[in-house]
């Protein structure tokens, strides 16, 4: 693994020099590594646009995932302000609004240029988001260049070539955060990574050549400093613009910081001076960290804005780099033992940590915080409710996620990095150098094969057993670099690769930055395997020699070895660890997702309700893409007529760039603890506080007026779980909603249902979704669930809930029945299955369904299926399989409600109120029912949410709601007379209109209603049922006669539950 040289620095002549000595031959010599690098580049592209045509649908331009419609969102300001991103943006995280700080950034400008070049300086929307569909997989592709440039510091082109054709190939989170559609900042962030890295590693290089010491910098000798310090500075660059598209980039500062460190100390270790790195420290850093003042904009420290945090950290860096080089002098003016070095240099860091967690506690938290979150290879509960945060090896069992990640590659690469970093220790003359070296190898041996033994140590003292092994490597690896002299690109390249590791295995989204070296190292490994089989050459000639003069066991030996980096994992997916694509494939099946289901619902959120500004006819119009000065305290004051969406954080960048309306959670993580409090709060009432806290802050008379719910936030197999992470309101657990439970057939079992407790039905969102408001009462279903211990396929044992599917789900013909099972046998409960809760779960006084989307769930909803293929087999009526039509999204507005002010029911009856309401976009119906309590004097007051009659008069022109749901009738008010001798007269009733003026508040005047018994024409019903029945009038037709009177169906309705 030694470094090559270029031919042309050999020679000294140009790369495309034709001199008349000069033969095609050696033209080609010199650059047929330029049209295989362009054709891996458009090999790559080609991978990661085939879906393109998928993200075009009816002329509309569509992203994937949701981060991408937030840089869409960013990318349009900045072309319509060019060169200026957003300052502070209201139309998300109502109602303060936010500075997104990890957008809008040197990506969104890049592409804004293309987009303005493209569209000859007046792009139309079309233009723009056709450029932006494909910027990610262009950027992505112009990887291959500093993944070669790297590659050729260590390696030959041919190696360097074979290291961008495995890019090319791996199919991992690098190619799908580089896909058509998937516009986002990772593949930029991947690019300009390399690029710092490439950038010091010339630095690093060019410094020790010209050897820049303190001497020099006090003479002034500018001819000797001009080329270090000119690289150096471009390595600067190269990280201020690296932090410039992604600001949490710091850790690349620390990853800078840390070889700085370890190159340093092991300089004086070694009787090597340390200037020249040091001075590449001071100049790179200081230079970064000026750079970093530009984009300046939170006068605070942090990590996902530009703040003090980008511009202290590298000065750090480069200070403390000049220290430690005062330090080293010291110690060589008073011919101190250099093996001590290193402990002076470790008890200075101790003692700073020490005084920084004392006496800056807010820094060392936000430090230490971050170290963490990137390379703590752990993840908190809430981050891994974010797909992208979670750990890399909690994707599957065992080492899957890594093969299905990179194929074979990163187990090739971990050869390499151990060879970069063993080598030098067992070729040193010194015996223990072999030592340590076998010593290390099997104490990380022990920590992989072993696991358990590191987290019972660590766990003993609280500290993550992931990063104690992790710090053991760590210190192990510095040990090395003091025990012998590595090259300083080598540790440089060893360093930066540890860290990703780590950060890779922490966060699975940094795979897309680990992807680089992995690919680089398995180069190295292959091509140490072609020369240990002689078939390396520098020359064409040299080449057709040894190729003329190949043994089978050379081909052999390269053949088995490039076929087991190449096929297994990037060329024949391994199934068996449940890969089934390759690169190609992951590509062409790239497509919109989820948002073209919710699209329909956008389209009628931005054209039948009230602009935001303009609620209940305020003029206070927001301007979509407007330019908002920024607070400072995070707390933008809204104007009267604005109004905020509630939903689950994952939706709202969907809601900002295509309902065009102002989400109160984001896909920034920005308060989805308070969603969360609302979503699952157990009454309307506590739901109501939650709102009350989010708007307190705002002077304006702020509102939460629209909830949007789809299937998946409802689903225990899809997102219900999210919010319960996230929830504080009280102490709960996931355990207190569902229930995974295991079907048993025999001495079989199924995968896995969910069986609901009845906090679940209590919960805001499945009120909604499920119910869409109306009280629902207990079903006679009974669910019986027994402990069952069984085991595992790894041969342990586990207790889990079983159901017997022949006698554990039953259906009662009454509820009494029902509730009599259940007190017989501890393990049964009343409902847990589909929609049929344990208790009645009250009505929602203030919401109503508005809108459904026009896309169905029941075919994307696998619990669903599940539940209901379960409930047909058991044989549970249909009627309980669901109240209300399962679409993929459904809306609801938040409004006053009508006062209904009633009369004339029995002392202290329970009163009830029905309305049946058609949902134009399913033309299904369903009924909203609630009940109330009378008084002594037979009185009672209900706040109804839907309006019977009175919709054209509202709208979007007047700052209302266009709904889409209406009523089939009046209101039935019905109350049993439980004292009333005769049935008949038992049964009171009384019917009412409610005006959409009275429920939106625009007439504050109560319904009144009257209930009584209802006349029954008993002459006209015998009439009728002669007619029907031929004039027979039989046994069976007076008993059918007499139960359509108790039924009253002309007026009454059938309760949703």
């Not at 471009?234 to 980039?249: D, R």
């Not at 211990?789 to 790894?794: G, I, K, L, P």
Request: proline letters at 5%.
């Amino acid at each position: 693994m030694s470094k090559p040289t270029e031919q042309g620095e050999k020679t000294g002549r140009s790369l495309f020099s034709t001199s008349e000595d000069s033969s095609i031959v050696d033209v080609f010599e010199r650059v047929y590594h330029i049209p295989l690098l362009g054709a891996v580049m458009a090999f790559m592209l080609w991978i990661r646009v085939q879906s393109y045509d998928n993200f075009i649908i009816n002329g509309e331009i569509f992203f994937t995932g949701n981060d991408p419609w937030y840089h869409f969102r960013e990318t349009s300001y900045t072309v319509q302000n060019y060169p200026f991103t957003m300052p502070y943006d209201v139309w998300t995280s109502y109602p303060r609004g936010q500075l997104a700080g990890q957008f809008g950034t040197l990506w969104d400008q890049l592409v804004a240029t293309a987009i303005l070049i493209v569209g000859l300086g007046n792009p139309t929307e079309m233009q723009a988001g056709m450029v932006m569909l494909v910027a990610t997989a262009v950027m992505a592709t112009l990887c291959v260049i500093p993944t070669y440039l790297i590659a050729r510091r260590f390696i030959s082109r041919p190696g360097a070539l074979f290291s961008v054709l495995l890019l090319a190939l791996i199919p991992g989170q690098f190619l799908t955060r580089s896909l058509a559609g998937s516009y986002q900042h990772h593949a930029a962030e991947t690019f300009f990574m390399a690029m710092a890295v490439f950038a010091m590693l010339v630095a690093v290089s060019v410094a020790e050549r010209h050897t820049p010491v303190w001497e020099l910098v006090v003479d002034r000798d500018v001819a000797a400093l001009k080329k270090p310090f000119l690289y150096s500075a471009l390595a600067g660059v190269g990280t201020a613009l690296y932090l410039y598209v992604w600001q949490p980039g710091v850790l690349l500062v620390g990853i800078f910081g840390a070889f700085f460190l370890i190159k340093i100390t092991a300089d004086v270790v070694h009787n090597d001076t340390p200037e020249p790195v040091t001075f590449v420290a001071a100049v790179s850093m200081t230079v970064a960290g000026l750079m970093m003042i530009i984009p300046l904009e939170q006068f605070s420290f942090g990590v996902t804005d530009y703040s003090y945090t980008q511009i202290f950290l590298p000065i750090a860096v480069a200070a403390g780099a000049v220290f430690l080089a005062f330090l080293a002098r010291q110690w060589e003016q008073r011919d101190l033992d250099t093996t001590t070095y290193p402990a002076a240099v470790g008890g200075i860091l101790l003692a700073t940590i020490v005084f920084l967690a004392v006496a800056l506690p807010s820094v060392w938290s936000l430090l230490f915080d971050n170290f963490v979150r990137f390379i703590g290879f752990g993840a908190a509960d809430t981050q891994q409710t974010i797909a992208e945060a979670q750990p890399l090896l909690g994707q599957g069992e065992g080492v899957e996620p890594v093969i299905r990640e990179y194929g074979l590659t990163f187990f090739f690469a971990a050869v390499g990095l151990l060879a970069l970093i063993l080598m030098p220790l067992f070729r040193s003359d010194d015996a223990n150098h072999s030592f340590y070296a076998g010593g290390g190898l099997a104490i990380v041996g022990i920590l992989v094969a072993l696991p358990a033994l590191p987290e019972a140590v660590f766990g003993l003292i609280g500290f993550p057993w992931q990063l104690g092994a992790f710090m053991i490597g760590a210190l192990l690896l510095i040990g090395a670099m003091y025990q012998v002299e590595y090259e300083t690109e080598t540790m440089l390249l060893i360093v930066w690769t540890g860290f990703l590791i780590a950060a890779a295995f922490t966060q699975v989204r940094f795979n897309y930055y680990l992807v680089i070296p992995v690919v680089i190292l398995t180069a190295m490994v292959f091509e140490s395997v072609i020369r240990w089989a002689d078939l390396n050459a520098d020359t064409a000639t040299e080449a057709k020699n040894k190729l003329t003069n190949i043994e089978g066991w050379q081909v052999m030996v390269v053949s088995a070895i490039a076929l087991a980096i190449i096929v297994p994992g990037l060329v024949v997916p391994i199934e068996a660890v449940g890969a089934s694509n390759t690169a190609w494939d992951v590509g062409a099946g790239a497509s919109p997702g989820a948002v073209i289901a919710w699209d329909d619902s956008f389209d009628w959120m931005q054209e039948e309700t009230p602009y935001p500004g303009e609620l209940e006819g305020h003029d206070n119009a927001l301007e979509y893409y407007g330019t908002y000065e920024n607070p400072g305290d995070g707390n933008y004051e809204y104007p009267e007529g604005t109004y905020g969406v509630m939903s689950w954080w994952d939706y709202g960048h969907w809601i900002t760039t295509q309902g065009e309306r102002i989400p109160h959670a984001n896909p920034f993580q920005r308060n989805a603890g308070e969603a969360a409090n609302y979503l699952l709060a157990p009454t309307e009432d506590q739901a109501e506080d939650v709102l009350d806290d989010i708007n307190s802050d705002n002077e304006a008379d702020a509102q939460t007026r629209y909830v949007m719910v789809d299937w998946q936030m409802v689903s225990p197999a899809s997102k219900f779980s999210a919010p319960i992470v996230w929830y504080d309101a009280e102490d709960v657990s996931q355990e207190d909603f569902i229930q995974p439970t295991y079907p048993q057939m025999g001495e079989e079992f199924g995968q896995p249902i969910f069986v609901r407790e009845h906090r679940y039905y209590e919960s805001q969102m499945v009120r909604l979704y499920e119910y869409h408001g109306s009280a629902v009462d207990p079903s006679p279903i009974v669910v019986e669930t027994q402990e069952q211990t069984v085991e595992t396929e790894a041969g342990g044992q586990v207790t889990i809930d079983a159901v017997d599917l022949e006698g554990g789900i039953q259906e009662f013909d009454t509820m009494e029945e029902a509730e009599e099972y259940v007190d017989d046998n501890p393990g049964a409960q009343i409902g847990g299955l589909g929609p049929n809760p344990s208790e009645r779960v009250d009505a929602l006084e203030n919401y109503r369904l508005v809108k459904s989307a026009e896309t169905p769930a029941s075919f994307s909803n696998s619990d669903l299926q599940q539940q209901t293929s379960i409930m047909d087999q058991v044989g549970i009526s249909e009627e309980f399989h669901g109240l209300t039509t399962p679409q993929w999204v459904k809306t609801f507005e938040r409004v006053p409600g009508a006062t209904v002010e009633g009369s004339g029911a029995p002392a202290n009856s329970e009163v009830s109120a029905q309305v049946e309401m058609r949902d134009h976009t399913t033309n299904e119906t369903f009924v909203y029912q609630q009940y109330a309590d009378a008084d002594e004097n037979g009185e009672f007051e209900m706040t109804l949410p839907y309006s019977t009659v009175g919709y054209d008069e509202f709208g979007p022109e007047n700052g209302y709601t266009n709904i889409d749901v209406t009523a089939e009738g009046e209101y039935q008010f019905t109350a049993v007379d439980e004292d009333a001798e005769d049935e008949l007269e038992a049964q009171l009733i009384g019917v009412a209109d409610v005006d959409e003026a009275q429920v939106v508040g625009e007439d504050e005047s109560a319904v009144t209603v009257e209930l009584d018994t209802p006349e029954i024409d008993f002459e006209e019903e015998e009439e009728e049922a002669d007619a029907d029945g031929d004039g027979d009038s039989s046994e069976e037709d007076d008993e059918s006669d007499e139960q359509s009177q108790l039924a009253a169906p002309d007026v009454a309705l059938t309760p949703i539950g």
